[in-house]
């Protein structure tokens, strides 16, 4: 391998120096890279937000649609979406435990689920709470076609669990594209 040692590059025509798509630019540990120019890798380029104040009163393991729907559209295929979820629940436990799990859908494909712990829990027979629960997590679709993420709840043991309590609590979904 050749080695070029200069102290500035300078287009020969023009303003801009390019590169062959896949090259590969490396810069060693410790070094400092200065942007004077426009730099389009780690920016926000756009940010979607829904809500709900629809009451959803669950009593089914079930996953169910919470009503939290957004479509984006990724403007590069190697863009990022980053995922904030708020749940608004109140939970009556007669004993047996009330909790709930939710999981995100990015169209048919699951992307995040709470697994075989669920998210809130009551251990006092015969209580009652609410309370906003908060979810952020980081997803790569590889796509620039419209995709939809959904949120969907499930309760264990057939908890009674109502989401959105009375139309006077919310819910938020919150998208935003990271560029690579």
Not at 13 to 18: C, D, K, N, V
């Amino acid at each position: 391998m050749s080695t070029i040692k200069v102290n500035n590059i300078q287009s020969r025509t023009g303003s801009a120096i390019s590169f062959t798509s896949g090259d590969t630019i490396t810069i060693p540990s410790g070094a400092t890279l200065t942007n004077n120019g426009t730099a389009n890798f780690g920016k926000i380029a756009q940010v979607l937000h829904t809500t709900t104040t629809t009451e959803l009163v669950l009593t089914s393991s079930a996953y169910t649609d919470l009503g939290l729907e957004q479509a984006i559209t990724p403007s590069s295929t190697s863009s990022k979406i980053l995922i904030f979820t708020n749940i608004h629940s109140q939970y009556q436990d007669s004993g047996q435990n009330a909790a709930y799990t939710m999981k995100m859908l990015r169209g048919a494909t699951q992307v995040y689920t709470g697994g075989q712990l669920y998210e809130i829990t009551s251990e006092t027979a015969n209580a009652t709470g609410q309370q906003k629960d908060s979810w952020t997590f980081l997803d790569s679709p590889s796509t620039t076609s419209s995709t939809t993420y959904k949120v969907q709840v499930s309760t264990f043991n057939n908890s009674d669990v109502t989401f959105q309590r009375g139309g006077f609590f919310q819910s938020e979904l919150l998208l935003m594209e990271i560029l690579a």
